[in-house]
């Protein structure tokens, strides 16, 4: 492949243009609020995002490198095709339904984090139990983008793919490092603007190229290779529904969409930016899901790609840039490239950004240095957004599949932390001992099934699984939900059961070591008083929401009190009193 000097420039223009606007909103960030508050304005931004900003940044959080490029990529290989490329709906829904029962009762009680409640409720020690996996599944979604984003680059410019992933990740970290949320944010609008321009251009011209046939007759009939739609096999089914419910409820518990949420404005505008991203998350698909049945259609024996194709060569995860390329005239193709490869790293900044939050927040500060100070907390997100953009760099130089690290990333949140989540906000008199509980079995029943992705074998065979081509088990069984209702319902049933065996004096009360249950005054528990009243930490947690944005909803959930000002625990009623 010959070194393309306008694709060279296309790249350093679209990047000068996003490192601009990162240091442009860095800058605002610097001039908003007070000293005293530098903290919230990076991970909340002062809680004063609008319709316009919010609805972006909320949107491009999904639709990055690893939405756009493994959309793409799904739809191309052959037997799996449109049927099998869940994410944009399953994504989509997850948005939805996160505006529907989540954001309202997240950003009414005004936490600043999504790990808030878990420490409010459970403890300190939970709160850090809980991290692990929240932090693992942002690092598998950054590394996801940035090796998307590598893979991008390297077909436009020939150069090695890990010098192109480094590029990125430091253009990304630089700018999230100085600005916060708001860099993030204001980016993200420019990122979009980018990605939706550039696609929509590309798109006619790859679609007229002569060695492309009517993608409406490779949808359905068998030309180049297996018909793009897919299809579904009954054996298949129930892997279909474990994989989707995994992507719609397992989309919910990030931080990263939650930090949009807490951003808000009001509650009511926390729910419209869910639902405006959702919407936006299928437009976005839409070309890329194009660009997949075009890769499915060309005889790339006709093109200067020449032989073998794409799937032959592993380079299926790269068929978005080759197609941009290859089908593409020189000035839409540099154009289109540079524009996605300047804008599938808007959901790569988020997840770092997320990842340092909730360290320096929920780990550093409410765990070990309660007194510190702002200008502390903000060095120490700063120092975390290197360290972590450098974690998901490295992870990004050993991937192999887009799409294989989008749902690896998930995984972790669907079955532990997705569960707990319900139970925080929902179930009354849920407690510590049934959370730890909860978070064993689901990550014990995740483990022993296996995963075909890191060569682990199963130890536990459910009814059809069968070896694939590595000797390795695929599970057939939906054990992934199986895993995350086991973990549900654990964390139900122990905490109850815990709370009956003290408070009927079966169990004495000394046996209560983690003061979940019988302990009024427990140093475990972050209650209010901890979490928010504090002069320590001046961030404005339980900021008033403008009364005619909030709606009550407390009549629909067992747990009314996850609606309200006070808190849901009965546990912690009483401290609150004394």
Not at 173 to 190: E, F, K, P, R
């Amino acid at each position: 492949m010959a070194f393309h000097v306008e694709g060279l420039v296309a790249i350093v223009v679209f990047y000068l243009a996003i490192l601009a606007v990162g240091i442009w909103a860095a800058w605002k960030t610097k001039n908003t609020g007070s000293e005293g508050d530098r903290s919230e304005a990076i991970i909340v931004g002062g809680r004063d995002i609008g319709l316009l900003v919010g609805g972006f940044t909320m949107t491009a959080t999904w639709v990055g490198g690893g939405y756009i490029n493994g959309t793409a990529e799904a739809v191309y290989v052959p037997g799996y095709g449109l049927a099998w490329a869940q994410a944009p709906i399953g994504y989509s829904l997850s948005l939805v339904l996160g505006g529907l029962f989540f954001a309202k009762p997240m950003r009414s009680k005004g936490y600043v984090t999504m790990l808030d409640p878990f420490q409010q409720l459970y403890g300190k020690r939970m709160g850090g139990l809980l991290f692990i996996p929240a932090l693992m599944g942002e690092m598998f979604w950054a590394a996801a983008i940035f090796s998307a984003l590598g893979a991008t680059i390297s077909v436009i410019i020939d150069i090695n793919v890990n010098i192109s992933v480094i590029i990125s990740a430091l253009i990304a970290t630089m700018y999230t490092l100085v600005g916060g949320l708001y860099s993030v944010a204001y980016t993200d609008v420019v990122q979009l603007f980018c990605i939706f321009l550039g696609l929509w251009i590309s798109v006619p011209f790859a679609m007229s190229h002569p060695a492309v046939t009517d993608i409406g007759l490779t949808a359905v009939h068998q030309v180049h290779q297996a018909p793009w739609l897919g299809s579904i096999n009954s054996l298949d089914i129930y892997t279909w529904l474990d994989n989707f419910l995994l992507l719609t409820l397992g989309g919910i518990p990030w931080q990263a969409y939650f930090q949009r949420v807490l951003s808000s404005s009001s509650a009511t505008y926390a729910q419209v930016l869910s639902f405006l991203a959702a919407f936006g998350c299928l437009v976005m698909a839409l070309p890329a899901v194009l660009i997949g049945a075009i890769g499915a259609s060309t005889a790339w024996n006709q093109t200067e790609y020449g032989v073998p194709d794409p799937m032959t060569k592993k380079e299926a995860d790269m068929i978005l840039p080759i197609v941009l390329q290859y089908l593409c005239p020189v000035y839409i193709s540099f154009f289109g490239l540079g524009a996605v490869s300047a804008a599938v790293m808007s959901s790569a900044d988020s997840s770092i950004l997320s990842a340092s939050s909730m360290f320096a927040r929920n780990i550093y500060q409410l765990s070990f240095r309660q007194n510190a100070s702002d200008r502390e907390i903000v060095w120490v997100m700063r120092i975390t957004v290197f360290l972590f953009g450098a974690s998901a760099t490295a992870m990004a130089l050993l991937a192999s599949s887009v799409y294989g690290l989008w749902y690896l990333s998930s995984d972790l949140v669907y079955i532990i932390i997705f569960p707990q989540l319900l139970c925080v906000l929902f179930i009354k008199g849920t407690n510590t001992y049934g959370a730890i509980a909860g978070y064993l079995f689901g990550l014990v029943l995740r483990i022993t099934g296996g995963e075909p992705y890191l060569y682990l074998q199963p130890l536990i065979y459910y009814p059809g699984c069968y070896p694939d081509e590595n000797n390795i088990y695929i599970q057939r069984f939906p054990f992934k939900t199986l895993a995350m209702l086991t973990s549900f319902f654990t964390n139900i049933i122990v905490s109850y059961l815990a709370k009956y065996l003290f408070e009927s004096g079966t169990l004495p009360p000394k046996l209560d070591f983690l003061d979940a249950v019988v302990a009024r005054y427990s140093r475990e528990h972050m209650d209010k008083a901890t979490l928010v009243k504090s002069d320590n930490i001046v961030l404005n947690e339980l900021a008033p929401v403008n009364p005619r944005h909030s709606l009550t909803l407390s009549s629909t959930f067992t747990n009314k009190e996850a609606f309200n000002y006070v808190d849901s625990s009965p546990e912690l009623s009483n401290t609150e009193d004394n």
